[in-house]
């Protein structure tokens, strides 16, 4: 057993002020760094829920593009796609092409500005 006078010497080295203030410090950097741990553990966590959505859009988007091809290998798929694409048509088809009246133009290439009806009619009579 450790004498009387050695346990207080002990004691008194341990309980000043500068192993206090040392002690603190280490603990300061121990939690400064399990701090900066935890944040990055935050991040991956983040990042690994972005990665898995983005995984199930590109799962679903390989999916739509795997029936789509497998709709162009029919004859059907390729003709739907041809005529989409392009105006063709067959022997004996014509091609009809419908102009919106919205998107009319003017003379010079701008877009018509359609007027109001109390427009219209004042400049009817001039004003």
């Known amino acids: 057993m450790i004498p009387f006078q050695e346990r207080k010497k ?8 500068i192993s206090l203030a040392l ?9 400064r760094g399990a701090w900066r741990i935890h944040q990055k553990a ?7 829920d972005i990665a898995a959505r983005s995984l199930l859009e590109l ?15 029919s004859e059907q798929g390729v003709e739907e796609e041809v005529r989409q694409k ?14 919106d009246e919205t998107d009319k ?6 877009a018509l500005q359609t007027k109001s009806l109390w427009a219209r009619m004042l400049s009817f009579f001039g004003f």
């Open 42 to 48: 935050q991040i991956a966590r983040s990042e690994r």
């Open 105 to 110: 133009k003017s003379e010079n290439g701008e």
């Open 86 to 99: 392009y105006t063709v048509a067959r022997p004996g088809e014509e091609v009809v092409i419908v102009v």
């Open 10 to 17: 002990i004691r008194k080295i341990l309980y000043s002020k």
């Open 59 to 73: 799962q679903s988007r390989t999916a739509e593009l795997k029936l789509s091809l497998e709709h162009l290998k």
């Open 23 to 31: 002690l603190f410090i280490v603990l300061f950097f121990v939690a």
